[in-house]
């Protein structure tokens, strides 16, 4: 069963930087596309970006020209780097992965548990 587990959250002043992480393991699926979301608090939950497995992504009008988002495949490791941070931008952020047999497109998605991001001074 895939895992994924997010790293690099924290507390960081509006300007401020922050770069998370997101490593799978554990499924013998491919991992197709990538991505991020966030949940602010009493809010539903959003896409952030997106990346697929030949490397094109997709951005969040709200966050595209500050954030980034990354793979490396060989590591199953899925990143977003998030610069000019907003008070806004406060949420709980999901990685996703997008899995299924080899050649056949993916079946089902993996979400990790969340990761808090606070952006306050």
């Known amino acids: 069963q895939m895992q994924l587990v997010e790293s690099g959250g924290g507390l960081v002043q509006p300007g401020g930087s922050l770069r998370l992480s997101c490593a799978a393991s554990?499924?013998?699926?491919?991992?197709?596309?990538m991505g991020w979301y966030r949940q602010a608090l009493g809010r539903q939950r959003e896409q952030v970006a997106t990346i697929a497995s030949g490397g094109s992504t997709d951005y969040a009008d709200s966050v595209k020209g500050r954030f980034t988002i990354s793979r490396d495949n060989a590591k199953n490791t899925v990143y977003l780097q998030m610069n000019s941070l907003k008070p806004e931008d406060t949420a709980v952020y999901y990685c996703t992965a997008d899995l299924g047999p080899e050649g056949l497109g993916p079946k089902g998605r993996a979400w990790g548990p969340g990761t808090q991001v606070t952006v306050s001074s």
């Open positions: 554990g499924s013998t699926f491919r991992i197709y596309a």
